[in-house]
């Protein structure tokens, strides 16, 4: 699915809530939405984080076991 059409799903999805939701039910269902939202992307900052430096501790030392090789 291309950006526009994931754009195009996501706003065609909240006008069918719209439409079957009160103004209050749809208010809570928007602040749910939000709050899975942020924490979806926290999750995912955390991960790459992780991921980032792991891959930068492994680096580091695979590059100090070849230097330890070379001047031996």
Do not use: C, W, Y
């Amino acid at each position: 699915m291309t950006p526009s059409q994931e754009s195009t799903f996501i706003t065609l999805m909240a006008n069918l809530l719209a439409e079957h939701l009160s103004e209050e039910e749809a208010a809570n269902v928007a602040s749910i939405l939000t709050q899975l939202g942020g924490s979806l992307a926290f999750v995912a900052a955390r991960k790459a984080l992780q991921q980032q430096r792991k891959t930068k501790k492994d680096s580091s030392t695979k590059d100090k076991t070849t230097n330890d090789a070379s001047n031996s």
